[in-house]
């Protein structure tokens, strides 16, 4: 049985994936997202990077609907978020990296200057704070990313990291 205290956690972390706040998960809210991060970064929705992020954006909402949206309105409740999609990825949150891959490699494109797949701590926060996680979660959350300490971070790091952020409520 999952406790109360654990659903209580993730139940928050809906509220990072509902970014419209109408209470529901849907294909919009994915879509506003990746609207967000090229409004955040300057990027044209027309340009291969805005394209990119949009394709991304529609493969983590397919994958996320295909967990977790169980009566198949297109739609994905607190409820079902909370007893569908996190049972199901908390035991392996390596599930839900793989379904967000495609969506952070490439606001991380974005968001990157350098062409070398690495992003600023600075960018990185931006790019977490857009998802849905609070300012002060976000900078903590990407300075703590910057495991070598070169004020870059990478997939390698934001994938995982993100996983566990939705998936373990600790």
Do not use: C
Request: no cysteine.
């Amino acid at each position: 049985m999952v406790s109360s205290e654990y659903e209580r956690r993730i139940a928050a972390r809906f509220a990072g994936f509902d970014q419209d706040g109408n209470g529901y998960i849907d294909r919009e809210d994915f879509s506003a997202a990746a609207k967000g991060l090229l409004a955040e970064f300057g990027t044209t929705a027309r340009s291969d990077k805005g394209q990119a992020l949009y394709a991304g954006a529609e493969a983590f909402w397919q994958g996320m609907a295909g967990i977790a949206d169980r009566d198949g309105d297109q739609r994905i409740t607190r409820d079902e978020f909370v007893n569908g999609a996190v049972k199901r990825l908390r035991d392996n949150p390596e599930r839900f990296a793989e379904i967000a891959r495609p969506f952070l490699h490439a606001a991380l494109d974005v968001a990157g200057k350098g062409g070398d797949g690495t992003v600023s701590v600075e960018d990185t926060a931006r790019v977490i704070r857009i998802l849905g996680v609070p300012e002060e979660i976000a900078l903590a959350a990407a300075a703590s990313l910057d495991g070598d300490g070169d004020g870059k971070v990478g997939e390698a790091e934001i994938v995982p990291a993100f996983a566990r952020y939705f998936t373990v409520p600790e």
